[in-house]
């Protein structure tokens, strides 16, 4: 079955850090993949997706993304953290519905 | 270009009443999605809808819950009857169709309908 799997529930970084959110999919053809930011209250905001092509992708608010096929992962990443960032991340595939990983919830210590 | 509208934003209904969820998809998009998030749960599909036409409703409950999608206004989800496992915020998506690939569409969401049962 197509699944999305976020194995991070919680994770915390310094303000300034680099960050990693690890997201892992299993598809039989080739996959679309989205990362999605949810701040508390809020509906989702897309941070970038990838179709094919280029396996690194560059999104919005500095967090790129980078797809690997051989590990069938799709792990977003951003260089330096802002405590703005502190929000819930998902990562989510296309197959003409969104199946949503469990989502990881970012907190940024000062 | 207003974005995906949801209303209400907040619900709230007693056991047993109905609950009228509203969705207005952005302005040229013609695919609907509703999607609900039980706490501390990640959003889960529900249905996807084209205009008159309900395309995929394997995620909704069997019973109390349908969707529409009407040729004019907006795309309506109804729960009869309440209970309180139905709190959760519902989110509703649109996306314009592409001839390339229907699974490449970005899916614009609203900014949720967040349900409470009493």
């Known amino acids: 079955a197509q699944s999305v799997t976020q194995p991070d529930i919680h994770i915390t970084v310094s303000e300034g850090a680099s960050l990693e959110l690890r997201c892992n999919y299993s598809?039989?053809?080739?996959?679309?993949l989205f990362w999605y930011v949810q701040s508390p209250g809020q509906g989702l905001q897309l941070l970038l997706k990838?179709?094919?092509?280029?396996?690194l992708v560059q999104g919005i608010k500095g967090f790129e993304a980078e797809f690997k096929r051989s590990q069938s992962s799709f792990n977003l990443r951003k260089p330096s953290v802002h405590w703005s960032d502190a929000a819930e991340y998902f990562c989510?595939?296309?197959?003409?519905?969104?199946?949503f990983g469990q989502g990881t919830t970012l907190q940024v210590k000062p | 270009n207003a974005g995906v509208m949801q209303n209400p934003r907040h619900l709230v209904r007693r056991r047993g009443q109905e609950a009228r969820l509203r969705c207005s998809p952005m302005?040229?998009?013609?695919?609907v999605y509703w999607y609900r998030q039980l706490p501390e749960e990640g959003l889960k599909f529900m249905v996807y809808?084209?205009?008159?036409?309900?395309?995929?409703e394997s995620g909704m409950p069997k019973e109390r819950f349908s969707a529409e999608f009407p040729k004019e206004g907006p795309s309506i989800l109804r729960i009869q009857q309440v209970v309180r496992g139905d709190s959760a915020a519902y989110f509703c998506?649109?996306?314009?169709?592409?001839?390339?690939?229907?699974?490449?569409?970005?899916?614009?969401f609203g900014p949720g309908t967040r349900l409470t049962v009493l």
């Open positions: 990838y179709f094919s092509g280029d396996t």
């Open positions: 302005k040229g998009h013609s695919h």
């Open positions: 989510a595939g296309n197959t003409g519905k969104l199946i």
């Open positions: 809808l084209q205009k008159e036409n309900i395309i995929d």
């Open positions: 598809y039989g053809a080739t996959p679309y």
């Open positions: 998506a649109s996306s314009p169709w592409l001839v390339t690939s229907e699974f490449a569409n970005e899916q614009f």
